[in-house]
């Protein structure tokens, strides 16, 4: 399993997520973010530069060709030959386990939409406003 992290421009953030949908990755956190890239923090006039507002994106994937898939996708779709375009990296992931269901690792990856999970009781209590005199 693969952390994919990827912090891109905000204007590319629909195309990027329209497109790992489409090839069935699902599980995305989106965190705003601001920072500098290596140009350092000092343009060549050395006058202090100002930090940009991006995106940062987290995925976890199951396996070698999911991450491939996944950073296809952000490559394709946040492409710029300007500067700033971004970076991608990943990590090996050592576990995961799904909160609600106790399922790990790749089966806590996997789709929600076809399983048949049973609901599990939960305790709801409700407190009732009444007026008083």
């Not at 199951?62 to 990943?90: P, Q, V, Y």
């Amino acid at each position: 399993m693969y952390l994919v992290a990827a912090v891109i421009n905000q204007h590319d953030l629909k195309n990027v997520l329209e497109d790992l949908f489409a090839n069935n990755i699902e599980g995305v956190t989106v965190t705003d973010v601001i920072g500098k890239g290596s140009y350092g923090l000092k343009e060549a006039d050395n006058f202090p530069t100002d930090l940009v507002a991006k995106v940062k994106l987290e995925i976890v994937v199951s396996d070698e060709e999911n991450r491939l898939i996944a950073m296809e996708c952000i490559r394709t779709n946040a492409h710029d030959l300007g500067r700033g375009a971004g970076k991608i990296w990943w990590l090996d992931v050592l576990g995961v386990e799904r909160i609600r269901t106790g399922e790990k690792d790749v089966e806590a990856l996997t789709t929600q939409v076809n399983k048949k999970i049973k609901n599990t009781n939960s305790i709801v209590t409700t407190i009732t406003d009444t007026p008083c005199s």
